[in-house]
């Protein structure tokens, strides 16, 4: 499948099998993230998680209950905050998420609320 066909097959995966993906995968994975498009010239950075069930510890109180998706593994982005980097995110997850539905995986983007100072602890 090329980007193309993984626009229109892409579509949010809210349950996962929690075994997490092949060694193979977590490398492709890491080779997409760590050449990511930008649109604009922006810091910005994706984080792979590989253990999911230790994060989401973490991750409570800092997203809304919307966000409470289980999975194996997640993908956080960190940028730098000044104009256009919202869209920098976006394009640049937006192209991962594509790259990874064409890998067979299934994505999820996770919003919601989220507490400020538990983030930065």
Not at 3 to 9: D, G, N, S
Not at 34 to 57: A, T
Not at 65 to 91: D, F, M, Q, R, W
Not at 92 to 119: F, P, R, S, W
Request: hydrophobic fraction near 35%; include cysteine; proline fraction near 2%.
């Amino acid at each position: 499948m090329g980007e193309y066909e993984a626009i229109f097959k892409r579509k949010s995966v809210r349950k996962y099998q929690e075994e997490p993906i092949t060694v193979a995968e977590l490398e492709e994975v890491y080779e997409l993230i760590s050449r990511h498009p930008k649109l604009y010239n922006i810091d910005m950075e994706l984080h792979l998680v590989e253990n999911g069930s230790q994060f989401l510890d973490l991750l409570k109180g800092v997203i809304g209950s919307y966000g409470k998706i289980i999975a194996p593994h997640y993908l956080i982005a960190t940028s730098e905050i000044k104009e256009g980097y919202l869209e920098n995110v976006g394009y640049a997850l937006e192209y991962i998420v594509l790259k990874m539905t064409e890998m067979g995986l299934g994505t999820c983007y996770i919003g919601g609320l989220y507490d400020k100072k538990n983030v930065k602890r």
